[in-house]
């Protein structure tokens, strides 16, 4: 056997050897802190000492007694240092990443998928802070700590079909009896009492190692890199192109390049490139337009300049300018970083009267006060440093920031920019900062981008984030899912109403294009837009694909939770629901129970997402297809349910194109029967009150 043959199996096994092993009874090497990489924020001192004792005694439950002495000294000084004890000792020498399924030792092969995608959402190419196990959006974790990963890993890798995993807010509670119908894990992350669920709350509990946030990907393992939002932007950006030119009675170009579309030449200004924000650049790009993106952290403009995601980068303002006004008349599709402050960026467009003509934001506005947001006029480094030691003092002047940013973003949409929140809680804590950001009637003065785009043109007719992970590893087996995906949209658009066709032919150029705008970050995964239809056609094609051998190996299907009835969040998912109900969390709760029995292989439910800590609850699900003919049932009721659950709510809520789409859906499926909405003629309601 050759030399390198032979340590490629040695290391496979070690592999196989280290997460068979879960915590080990010795402690390993102390593991240096690496500077190269890009660490979470150090959280502020929120615990009083009695409660920073009880955080050391909740981390020492997962070591014997005689690690105890060593390791509470140990954990004391990550608590102060950083506000969290993440256990950098016991991370995994093994390189992070995902490996074809069967190099994991299982003896479940859907406990094995699910290892797949654990693994790529801890990924340093896939990860923002890989080190302290967050995914994305600055606090999205996997898990709390390391000891919780190799545990988990452990349990997967022993695991029957006849055991279920539970995890609670990345602690793996252990394996319980089931039957191989039931989901191999069920996640919940945050799920705290009402009343427990502001954000002083989270710091709290988190820091004493009782709950986490899970964002809305990350903790169920379904994050598949930048991919989804690109995707997501993509599809809202050449919405919103459209929406610009009927506004503007202009008529939309179909422009060049794969995706036709109104955006030449024009320019589309907006903030983050870290985590899922880091997408806006490439999403500018595809779509036509002109993306201008300010990032505060040296390292994350540049991971997205290195990765080829971002094109240009500069720090000098004059600069920028010169090169946005060439960009412009030449009609190019170009992304442009500025390594700096929004709020400098905004103030500049408006001084040298620079149009503008779209505008939102992506800086992680969930978590304004540890990370998520950066105070103008302050260095990025001081920053970090006055948000661990004048926590008061930091907020003061983010909350500063904001009013600054608003007056900017407000005199430019004076001048014809259309600006839309795109579900970061920008709104929210503008308002909440005194910003002139609302109406009259108290009203938020821009609208979320579900409001005016994705809601009625997407979520309303049952269309949103489905995706899928190869989980052999192999491009050929992706390049085989595309086509499979691309065959299925063009059938099913040659029969379907005009409603739907813009959607149909979006998401067709979309994963024509996919392989030649390089999407991939980490595991072979793809996404695409579809409604139920769509999605279990997929499903059903790729499960045959893999019963016939095309395919090499099982494929995981998931979604964003970012979708048409995962999520119950009212400043985005919900924003278009009008009934007064968008501030309930029923659908997203039956969205999660409804699928962990119609057959989905995992299941989670989150506390926050996109928009913060108690204010939303999402649902998610991960379901392996392995080619059999039990999984071609169980996609169809799981994928069924996962959809319609949120047109059956949204069409209650008398959204009309929601109406169409149950509508449709009846016709269908005839076991499906939905209570429909009386509409109510404005009239009668005259003089009641």
Known sequence: MPKKTQVRQSLKQEFKASILSGIPNRLPPAQRYDDSMNHAPRRKDILKPDEKKLAVRNALRYFPEKLHSALSKEFAEELKLYGRIYMYRFRPTYEMRARPIHEYPHR????????????????????????????????????????????????????????????????????????PEAPRVVVTNGMMIPNYSKQDDWERFNALGVTQYGQMTAGSFMYIGPQGIVHGT?????????????????????????????????????????????????????????????????????????????????????????????????????????????????????????????????????????????????????????????????????????????????????????????????????????????????????????????????????????????????????????????????KLKKKAPKEIQQQLSDNLRWIRAAAENQMVVGSKARILYADAEGRIEIAKAFNAAIRKKKLSAPVVLGRDHHDVSGTDSPYRETSNIYDGSKFTADMAVQNFVGDAFRGATWVSLHNGGGVGWGEVINGGFGLVLDGSKDCDRRLKSMLFWDVNNGIARRSWARNSEAIFTAKRAMKMEPSLSLTMPNLVKDGVLEGLF
């Open 108 to 179: 479940s092969k859907q406990a094995a998928a699910i290892m797949v995608m654990l693994q790529n959402n801890l990924d340093p190419d896939v990860a923002q802070h890989p080190h302290e196990l967050i995914t994305y959006g600055g606090n999205g974790a996997v898990f709390q700590n390391w000891a919780q990963y190799l545990l988990t890993m452990q349990y997967l890798a022993t695991m029957t079909d006849q055991q279920t995993l539970v995890l609670y807010s990345g602690h793996p509670l252990g394996l319980f009896p089931s039957h």
């Open 234 to 490: 993509t599809i809202t950006l050449l919405n919103a192109g459209r929406m610009l030119a009927q506004a503007r009675t202009e008529t939309p170009s179909k422009g060049t390049g794969t995706i036709p579309n109104g955006l030449a030449g024009k320019v589309f200004v907006t903030a983050g490139l870290g985590g899922m924000s880091g997408a806006q650049a490439k999403a500018a790009v595809i779509a036509g337009a002109i993306g201008v993106i300010a990032e505060v952290n040296p390292k994350a403009i540049a991971t997205r300049h290195s990765q080829g995601w971002l094109d240009e980068v500069f720090t000098d303002l004059g600069d920028l300018i010169k090169r946005i006004e060439v960009a412009r008349l030449k009609k190019e599709a170009v992304s442009l970083g500025y390594q700096g402050n929004i709020v400098d960026l905004w103030e500049k467009l408006v001084s040298e009267n620079i149009q503008v003509d779209l505008g939102s934001d992506q800086t992680s506005l969930h978590n304004p006060w540890a990370g998520g947001y950066y105070p103008v006029g302050i260095a990025f480094e001081t920053s970090k440093k006055m948000m661990a030691n004048n926590p008061d003092g930091f907020k003061q002047e983010v909350k500063k920031s904001l009013v600054r940013q608003v007056n900017a973003i407000n005199q430019m949409t004076a001048r014809g920019t259309y600006f839309f929140d795109y579900g970061n809680a920008f709104m929210l804590e503008a308002s909440r900062a005194g910003a002139a950001i609302l109406k009259p009637d108290g009203e938020f003065k821009y609208p979320s981008y579900v409001q005016d785009i994705l809601g009625p043109l997407c979520f309303d007719y049952g269309f949103g984030p489905f995706r899928w992970v190869c989980t052999s590893g192999k491009e050929s087996d992706l390049s085989l899912t595309d086509e499979i995906a691309a065959k299925v949209l063009e």
